[in-house]
């Protein structure tokens, strides 16, 4: 089992930057990989970004070039850094845990609400 608490969610102006910050506890953090997810109202949940156990990231086209994906091992927690945020950005963020299959996210956290105002 793996319990995953996110923060750093709120409202920002367009352009801005947020950090989002994923706390992990439960399995050994640095075997499995991470990733986020958003969810905007009337949407369904997307894929955001990911980060493998050794490290490499992954990130959909939309996010390309602004947002970061890393990991801490010593802390057991990701960070997405985002910049240049839109009011599209607009979503809950979710983090997820890659589950005993590889490449599928079986743990998920509550969630944070990142609002970008135009």
């Known amino acids: 089992q793996v319990q995953l608490v996110e923060s750093g969610g709120g409202l920002v102006q367009a352009g801005g930057s947020l950090r989002l910050s994923c706390a992990a506890s439960?399995?050994?953090?640095?075997?499995?990989?991470m990733g986020w997810f958003r969810q905007a109202p009337g949407k369904e949940r997307r894929f955001v970004a990911g980060i493998e156990r050794g490290g490499s990231t992954y990130y959909a086209d939309s996010v390309k070039g602004l947002f970061t994906i890393s990991r801490d091992n010593a802390k057991n927690t990701v960070y997405l850094q985002m910049n240049s945020l839109k009011p599209e950005d607009t979503a809950v963020y979710y983090c997820?845990?890659?589950?005993?299959?590889?490449?599928?996210?079986?743990?998920w956290g509550q969630g944070t609400q990142v609002t970008v105002s135009s």
């Open positions: 997820a845990a890659e589950g005993r299959v590889p490449g599928t996210f079986d743990y």
């Open positions: 439960g399995r050994t953090f640095s075997s499995y990989a």
